[in-house]
């Protein structure tokens, strides 16, 4: 198992941009893919950014396409998802995971998962 630790969210304006970090311990860090999800209060979970576990390979919802990117750096355990262009759609807690599969959206592909970071954008 891998232990996560999300850090960096906030409060931003709309238009604005946050980038979020999430740190893993556990020296099989490498072995996983890793992916980010939110929740809106009221609302269920969501898909928003995946990669591979070499970084090689990546995967978005839609609703976050070409405002969203999400990176890895295995020397330093850690993944970020840099979100640009935010919207109050976007406000939620955003949650990092790690998967054992290549690359996925899934909600039940995911075993590990930290504790979340809150982002609230304003109007």
């Known amino acids: 198992q891998v232990q996560l630790v999300e850090s960096g969210g906030g409060l931003v304006q709309a238009g604005g941009s946050l980038r979020l970090t999430c740190a893993a311990s556990?020296?099989?860090?490498?072995?996983?893919?890793m992916g980010w999800f939110r929740q809106a209060p009221g609302k269920e979970r969501e898909f928003v950014a995946a990669i591979n576990w070499t970084g090689g390979r990546t995967f978005y919802a839609d609703s976050v396409k070409g405002r969203f990117t999400i990176s890895r750096d295995n020397a330093k355990n850690t993944v970020w998802l840099q979100m640009n262009s935010l919207t109050p759609e976007d406000t939620a807690v955003y949650y990092c995971?790690?998967?054992?599969?290549?690359?996925?959206?899934?909600?039940?592909?995911?075993?590990?998962w930290g504790q979340g970071t809150q982002v609230t954008v304003s109007s």
């Open positions: 995971a790690a998967t054992r599969v290549f690359v996925t959206g899934a909600f039940d592909d995911y075993h590990s």
């Open positions: 556990g020296r099989t860090f490498s072995n996983y893919g």
